[in-house]
């Protein structure tokens, strides 16, 4: 079974913090993903990642970082928190894009209040 | 601009009804995948859809995929409390690295 893990499943933060949001897959896949989930606006994707050290930016960058040194191992980075930044953030991992298959696989999410 | 939108927002319905779930959109997608999530939970993967025409079934769920595979739609048979949760479709990728979700649909199935 694809087992994809985050480091905190809570999180409360204070407004100009660095936040660093850890997610971890042992499935060897090559993509990894970090969304950000907010009542009426959906899963929106910030940054994908489709190698180590490769990245590429989503639809809401903004305000957010990211790091991939090893393969399992995609980290999300807060600069500097802000409270509009409160939200569900969930990671996952998927195969490369080569076969046509593209199954996304989840952690079980990060809830980050930053206050 | 929404790429895949999902229709009904919402569905509250007595246990044993069915219902259609539906994902739609304007573009072409190589696969298209559905999801199923609780509340403070990831979404869990529930098929994988590639091929247009293709219906596949899980249990009680049939999923099937349009011929232009633009679209997809979710039947749940005879529904359960246990169906209860957030439906997503996941539509990719489009141009290399975009994948878009629906907007998703909520369901409450009431004992």
């Known amino acids: 079974d694809v087992k994809v893990t985050q480091s905190s499943r809570y999180l409360v933060k204070r407004t100009g913090e660095k936040v660093f949001l850890e997610c971890v897959q042992d499935?060897?896949?090559?993509?990894m993903f970090w969304y950000r989930q907010d009542p009426g606006l959906g899963l929106r994707l910030i940054y994908f990642s489709y190698d180590v050290k490769m990245k590429e930016k989503g639809d809401i960058p903004e305000g957010y970082s990211v790091s991939r040194e090893k393969k399992e191992r995609f980290s999300l980075i807060l600069e500097s928190a802000s409270t509009n930044q409160t939200s569900m953030y969930l990671c996952?991992?998927?195969?490369?894009?080569?076969?046509?298959?593209?199954?996304?696989?989840f952690g079980p999410g990060t809830r980050l209040t930053v206050t | 601009t929404q790429l895949l939108e999902q229709s009904p927002q919402f569905l509250s319905i007595q246990e044993g009804e069915n219902l259609t779930v539906y994902c739609n959109s304007s573009?072409?997608?190589?696969?298209l995948q559905w999801y199923r999530q609780e509340p403070g939970e990831g979404p869990v993967l529930l098929v994988t859809v590639v091929t247009g025409g293709e219906v596949k079934k899980l249990k009680r769920l049939t999923f099937q995929f349009g011929d232009a595979r633009k679209d997809s739609s979710l039947h749940i048979t005879a529904a359960q409390p246990g169906d209860t949760g957030l439906y997503l479709c996941l539509g990719g990728p489009y141009n290399f690295n975009k994948f878009y979700f629906g907007s998703g649909t909520k369901l409450n199935v009431k004992p």
């Open positions: 996952a991992s998927s195969r490369g894009l080569a076969g046509g298959r593209y199954e996304q696989y």
């Open positions: 499935m060897d896949h090559e993509n």
């Open positions: 573009s072409v997608f190589s696969s």
